[in-house]
């Protein structure tokens, strides 16, 4: 079992969360950032290929996509959490520099 974790976003101080705070949200929920913490917006990171991965729901078991799916999603374009895995969904952790890499490149 993977470690679970939070997402914070470093100016605002505030936490990805999906909209509603749901165990289970629905497809294509947005993903908001949240001031407090708690049990259901913890995520864990499910390794697919070299540093590629999904970021899972731990609630719903559902992942962190761009709106759209596509593997190069324009700027400003927002997440969602939702069933379907493929590419479009992969995303790398960068603890070093504190990013989130989506594997698009953005």
């Known amino acids: 079992m993977s470690a679970t974790f939070a997402?914070?976003?470093?100016?605002?101080?505030?936490?990805f969360h999906p909209k509603c705070g749901s165990s289970n949200p629905r497809n294509?929920?947005?993903?908001?950032?949240?001031?407090?913490?708690?049990?259901?917006?913890?995520?864990?990171?499910?390794?697919?290929?070299?540093?590629?991965?999904?970021i899972e729901h731990v609630a719903s078991g559902k992942i962190i996509h761009p709106r759209d799916g596509r593997l190069?999603?324009?700027?400003?374009?927002?997440?969602?959490?939702?069933?379907?895995?493929?590419?479009?969904?992969?995303?790398a952790l960068d603890a070093v520099n504190h990013h989130v890499i989506h594997k698009g490149g953005k």
């Open 28 to 54: 294509d929920t947005e993903i908001v950032l949240h001031s407090d913490v708690h049990t259901n917006m913890h995520w864990k990171f499910v390794l697919v290929k070299d540093h590629w991965g999904y």
């Open 7 to 15: 997402i914070k976003h470093m100016s605002s101080g505030r936490f």
């Open 72 to 91: 190069t999603p324009g700027n400003d374009t927002g997440l969602v959490v939702h069933n379907d895995r493929h590419w479009g969904a992969l995303f």
